[in-house]
């Protein structure tokens, strides 16, 4: 792993990144969708208050978990900072009959109000930020939900394709390998956590307990 010289990507540059690629990401990210729709149909089982559920997403890309998510709850928004990938979104989605709400955001500056979503989702983007920041989005999402926040991302294995795509990026794959949430998530005000593998992916939940919140 140490053979990688670090490379990080300061915020302004991974948008200018991901607009210059948005019309490449979905070649790049290959069978994706088709993880991204295991997870969800496996959290939809698990909580089936989805179906009536109103669903934030932030750094939606291009739509792959957005499309998945939309035919499964009530009212989605879907947010990411690059105008590029949100454009490819909207082509996607055009015609399907889904209906999602596509918009500006940045999730390092998370405005929406306390308790506004009943769930947020984020997928293949926590990675992409050192872990104080992780943290700190993490908070802010717990912060904007009533029932609950859910990451995913790459699973805990590190893997040479992922590690050479992620050191064009310019995150912090490196690191969100290793950071421990079983140790982190009690800073984020979230009242339990699990996690799991699904798809391969690494499945985070940070539950609110209503019961806390009135
Ligand atoms: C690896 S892509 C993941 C996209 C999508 N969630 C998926 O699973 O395919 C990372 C996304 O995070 C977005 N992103 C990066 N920094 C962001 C920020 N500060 N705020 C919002 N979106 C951001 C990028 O524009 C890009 O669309």
Known sequence: MSFFPKFRRSNAGMKRMYNRINRLYRFITGGLGAKLTTVVEHFA????????????????????????????????????????????????????????????????????EDRSYDYAFVSFALHLFPVEQEIEILRNLCRVVRKGVIIIDHERKWRLMEAVI?????????????????????????????????AECRVMRFIIDTADHG
Request: glycine share 8%; hydrophobic share 40%; charged share 25%.
């Open 166 to 198: 992620e050191w064009f990026e310019g995150g912090y794959y490196d690191q969100f390998i290793k950071t421990d949430f079983e140790i982190l998530w009690s800073q984020t005000g979230a009242t339990s956590f699990k996690e799991e593998e699904i």
């Open 45 to 112: 089982a698990e909580y089936p208050d989805l179906s009536e559920a109103s669903v934030l997403e932030y750094a939606c890309g291009t739509g792959l978990l957005s499309s998945v998510l939309a035919e499964r709850c009530r009212t989605l928004t879907a947010k990411d900072q690059s105008v590029g990938m949100l454009e490819v979104a909207r082509e996607q989605v055009a015609g399907t009959g889904a209906v999602i709400t596509f918009a500006e955001g940045d999730i390092l500056n998370i405005t929406e």
